[in-house]
């Protein structure tokens, strides 16, 4: 079984694309590259910044018409990359409201690759079937938040940013960076998170299998099955080529230690969480337990559920409309602070 929902919509970016490539500093390989791409009347960077050690760092912002707060979106599991196909006709983006939101110009609004991700999705949304050795046997929680870390950083360093308004929108797995990145850089002041698991991913698993229809015998039976496979997971916790639910020991082994709401209870940032009633990839009963035990703190909390909606946020007979409204609602949220 996996734990992931697959992503419904994908945006394709309209207008001619421009680019243009600016080296700074010294003309060498170890430099900073940064590239523009201009789409008619809004425009974005892609910057990469080159390590001593391991993969570069590489990230999207936007171009606001002013200085403007900053906006991180951390996209779900698996290897799509944030845009794909840029620099050619057949450009993409897979972050859902990203686009619109960078349209506005109201905001820097800002998304990063995984180390190794392919330039373009291979296998099936959500997985990592097609992501190459690469990217399994180097992708943890912890390699990707040091990523996430270093990019927004040097974002916040930027001219048209205002360093003093950061909000970070979490979707899915990403959650469980937005909760990180909120505990390691105070300069995060919010953090929205959309379908992600409140406790750890392996309550997830437990929580499924307990809200199941089945019987207290076939629970049982699933729950030392679950049990199994996390022993086996543990015992090869930094294997990037043994598999279970379709990612590596690795990544399961990394994500099974960190609670978003633990993170969140040891940052300042204010909070806004968004669920699906009818998520069957992340119960909402993990996020519930998440809001109750920052409540129980006196934290600033907010807290959409959205009945009938999937891990997507599509309500039944709905469509990419409501799931948009629900991303406007954070950002107005984010507005009011």
């Known amino acids: 079984m996996s734990q992931f929902a697959k992503p419904r919509y994908r945006t394709f970016l309209p207008g001619l694309m421009l680019g243009a490539m ?46 403007a707060p900053l906006v991180l979106f951390v996209q779900g599991s698996g290897c799509t990359p944030p845009f794909s196909g840029l620099g050619t006709p057949e450009r993409s983006a897979s972050i859902f409201s990203w686009v619109p939101l ?40 912890d390699t990707w938040l040091a990523t996430l870390q270093q990019a927004l950083r040097h974002a916040l360093a930027r001219p048209e940013v205002d360093a003093t308004r950061v909000l970070v929108i979490g979707i899915s797995e990403g959650g469980a960076l937005a909760a990180g990145l909120a505990r390691t850089m105070p300069e995060v002041g919010a953090v929205a998170l959309s379908g992600t698991s409140g406790t750890t991913q392996l309550f997830d698993f437990v929580a499924r299998i307990h809200q199941g229809s089945g019987s207290d015998a076939e629970k049982q039976r699933e729950l030392a099955s679950l049990d199994a496979t996390v022993q086996d997971i543990l015992a090869d916790p930094s294997s990037g080529s043994k ?33 699906g009633m009818q998520d069957a990839s992340t119960p909402i009963l993990s ?13 600033d909390v907010t807290v959409r559920r959205v009945p009938t909606a999937n891990h997507d946020l599509v309500p039944a007979n709905g469509g990419p409309e409501q799931v948009q409204a629900e991303y406007d609602a954070i950002m107005r949220w984010f507005e009011r602070s």
């Open 102 to 141: 960078a349209q506005g110009g109201r905001y820097a609004v800002m998304a990063v690759d995984k180390p190794h991700q392919p330039a373009q999705r291979q296998g099936e949304p959500g997985g990592v079937t097609g992501c190459g050795s690469a990217f399994n046997s180097h992708f943890s929680y």
């Open 287 to 299: 996020t519930e337990v998440m809001v109750a035990q920052l409540r129980g703190r006196g934290r």
């Open 243 to 275: 598999f279970a639910w379709d990612h590596p020991y690795r990544r399961w082994s990394s994500f099974f230690a960190q609670s978003a709401g633990d993170n969140l209870l040891q940052s300042k940032a204010r909070v806004y969480v968004v669920s």
């Open 22 to 67: 600016l080296i700074t500093g010294a003309q060498a390989a170890s430099t900073e590259k940064r590239e523009t791409f201009g789409f008619g009347n809004w425009s974005m960077d892609r910057v990469t910044l080159p390590r001593s050690e391991g993969p570069a760092v590489r990230y999207y912002l936007s171009t606001p018409k002013a200085k």
